[in-house]
């Protein structure tokens, strides 16, 4: 079998809400096809440009940002980098001027409202979130290549082979049993044969920086979800909550930055009620900041974004001398179960329903979780297959194509499970386990290939045609 190489930061991207294949990996197709126009030094014969959305990505494309992302994308933005107070604008001038500055250098004739097709009743063989970019050149010749974003903001060209190894890795994983012979066989925890591999592509302290570069987004995210107040953009009215919780457990009190307010949560108790609430918080908080189209990390989608955050800020805040290092050990480990189930099955809700967003997440947070607590290398996979267990057959049905209902709450039900499931976990003899973790890998790749399509991020079943859009005026 061949093995394929996975990265963290494969499996964390820093990007812009609401959705990551959805938004950020169209944004990131659209770069490509510039990229790719610029290096034939096409750029500059361009004369008009179609961008035709299929299956997944035009049925809930206008409520996920797709063409948003798009425009973006096109015009030469990166997610990482573009200031978020000035997305709006930016749309708003090219909608206006009906032009497009491709790459940011060349602009050519764009009307966003015709030149962008959502095929709502077409879709492509390869995958639901399919977008195919149409040129013409100042000498009459056309380009058309397709792009498919396949979760996570993940992307791949028609045609390319995907993912596949460019390193060659000291310890090759594609499921969790190579996982726990490597652990065996070296005697390393989880997260040093995850540090072991990332050492074939960057040096060691480069990868410690990018891990807290993730986590330091996760905490700004956290904290500005936790201090603003008001509606979801959308229609739907939804209001935030986050802010308002935060406040009545801290009794109002503000504070000047992120390290004054985690001392004022550390230092309200430790009883259930206090800390439950806090988890809760916490994922609401990202998941807010994600339907506002904010800055998020992708973990390992931005639908399931507040999951990881959460629990690893439950780690941090209630749990005595958490240090840096300790956190990068918590993402790697936790990055790694996700690579196995984007190896294994998919981590696409248009492609497995939430059971591959949410339950995918809470998988990795609780395994994550299950080591940094000291739990052994077989206890913590018992506690990621404990977590992903009880999310199988979990439907994606967004109401109106918003990332908004039911997901944020989802994300709060996800970091809850990872928790108990770490508890289960470290409370139980690994010998217990009936059902291993690639098992419940495949079950969950089973189940998303008999769910039906109307569960799988399309907005036509479930919550999605149930909810009246009345609710959006409670």
């Given at each position: 079998m061949?093995?394929?190489?996975?990265?963290?930061?494969?499996?964390?991207?820093?990007?812009?809400?609401?959705?990551?294949?959805?938004?950020?990996?169209?944004?990131?197709?659209?770069?490509?096809?510039?990229?790719?126009?610029?290096?034939?030094?096409?750029?500059?014969?361009?004369?008009?440009?179609?961008?035709?959305?299929?299956?997944?990505?035009?049925?809930t494309g206008k409520g996920h940002g797709t063409d948003v992302a798009v425009l973006l994308g096109?015009?030469?933005?990166?997610?990482?980098?573009?200031?978020?107070?000035?997305?709006?604008?930016?749309?708003?001038?090219i909608g206006a001027a009906r032009r497009l500055t491709l790459a940011g250098t060349f602009a050519i004739d764009f009307d966003p409202a015709t030149d962008i097709e959502f095929l709502m009743t077409e879709s492509l063989p390869f995958h639901p979130n399919a977008l195919s970019f149409l040129a013409t050149f100042a000498d009459g010749t056309a380009l058309s290549d397709t792009y498919y974003s396949i979760?996570?903001?993940?992307?791949?060209?028609?045609g390319e082979t995907q993912g596949k190894a460019a390193v060659q890795l000291p310890f090759p994983i594609n499921t969790a049993d190579d996982l726990l012979h490597w652990?065996?066989?070296?005697?390393?925890?989880?997260?040093?044969?995850?540090?072991?591999?990332?050492?074939?592509?960057?040096?060691?302290?480069?990868?410690?920086?990018?891990?807290?570069?993730?986590?330091?987004?996760?905490?700004?995210?956290?904290?500005?979800?936790?201090?603003?107040?008001?509606?979801?953009?959308?229609?739907?009215?939804?209001?935030?909550?986050?802010?308002?919780?935060?406040?009545?457990?801290?009794?109002?009190?503000?504070?000047?930055?992120?390290?004054?307010?985690?001392?004022?949560?550390?230092?309200?108790?430790?009883?259930?009620?206090?800390?439950?609430?806090?988890?809760?918080?916490?994922?609401?908080?990202?998941?807010?900041?994600?339907?506002?189209?904010?800055?998020?990390?992708?973990?390992?989608?931005?639908?399931?974004?507040?999951?990881?955050?959460?629990?690893?800020?439950?780690?941090?805040?209630?749990f005595p001398d958490v240090t840096d290092d300790k956190v990068v050990q918590f993402l790697l480990t936790a990055s790694e179960i996700g690579s196995i189930f984007k190896k294994g099955a998919t981590i696409s809700a248009a492609m497995g329903g939430c059971q591959a967003e949410i339950g995918v997440s809470s998988s990795m947070a609780a395994g994550a979780l299950t080591e940094a607590l000291g739990g052994s290398q077989r206890q913590?996979?018992?506690?990621?297959?404990i977590a992903m267990e009880h999310h199988l057959g979990m439907t994606c049905d967004p109401i109106a194509g918003l990332v908004q209902v039911p997901c944020i709450e989802r994300n709060t039900m996800g970091a809850i499970k990872a928790i108990t499931a770490s508890q289960l976990a470290l409370q139980s003899a690994p010998d217990y386990a009936k059902v291993s973790l690639d098992a419940v890998v495949d079950t969950m790749w089973a189940t998303a290939l008999d769910m039906n399509s109307k569960y799988k991020e399309t907005a036509e079943g479930g919550l999605a045609i149930n909810i009246p859009l009345s609710l959006s005026e409670c």
């Open positions: 061949a093995h394929e190489a996975i990265s963290v930061f494969d499996m964390f991207k820093i990007g812009i809400g609401p959705s990551s294949s959805h938004t950020l990996g169209p944004w990131r197709a659209a770069q490509r096809f510039t990229d790719a126009l610029r290096a034939q030094g096409r750029l500059e014969a361009v004369r008009s440009l179609r961008v035709l959305l299929y299956g997944s990505l035009a049925k096109l015009a030469g933005e990166d997610p990482v980098t573009v200031p978020v107070a000035s997305l709006d604008g930016k749309i708003a001038d979760g996570g903001g993940f992307v791949v060209k028609e652990c065996r066989k070296t005697g390393l925890t989880i997260n040093e044969v995850v540090a072991e591999n990332e050492s074939a592509w960057r040096p060691e302290a480069d990868t410690r920086a990018g891990v807290l570069r993730i986590w330091q987004v996760m905490q700004e995210c956290v904290y500005r979800g936790c201090q603003t107040e008001g509606t979801l953009p959308g229609g739907l009215n939804v209001k935030r909550r986050a802010a308002g919780l935060a406040g009545r457990l801290l009794h109002g009190q503000t504070f000047d930055s992120y390290d004054a307010w985690i001392e004022a949560i550390r230092g309200g108790g430790n009883h259930f009620q206090y800390i439950l609430d806090w988890v809760s918080c916490f994922a609401l908080a990202v998941n807010e900041e994600n339907a506002s189209f904010s800055r998020v990390v992708t973990a390992p989608t931005n639908g399931a974004a507040g999951v990881i955050p959460a629990v690893l800020h439950y780690y941090r805040v209630f913590a996979l018992m506690a990621a297959e």
